[in-house]
């Protein structure tokens, strides 16, 4: 990933309550390139993931269809 994780757009979930469990994404980012930015919400300046599209929308698709069990 070229871009600095500080100069992506950030965003997380609408669900995402105030408890500081969070997991933000860079969607300007996977768009333009194909790849998401993954990081913790509680800890912006450490290790981001970087994740093939195609891999992060199974994950997504499977989290929604229950796939990993209640959280």
């Not at 990933?1 to 500080?6: A, H, L, W, Y």
């Not at 933000?24 to 919400?41: C, L, Y």
């Not at 509680?42 to 796939?67: D, I, T, W, Y």
Request: aromatic share 8%; proline share 8%.
């Amino acid at each position: 990933m070229t871009d600095s994780p500080t100069t992506l757009l950030w965003v997380k979930s609408s669900y995402s309550g105030n408890g500081g469990t969070c997991v933000e994404w860079a969607p300007a980012h996977a768009s333009a390139t194909g790849i998401v930015p993954v990081r913790d919400s509680k800890n912006p300046h450490g290790p981001v993931l970087a994740v093939p599209a195609v891999s992060f929308a199974s994950f997504v698709a499977g989290v929604k269809a229950g796939e990993f069990g209640a959280v």
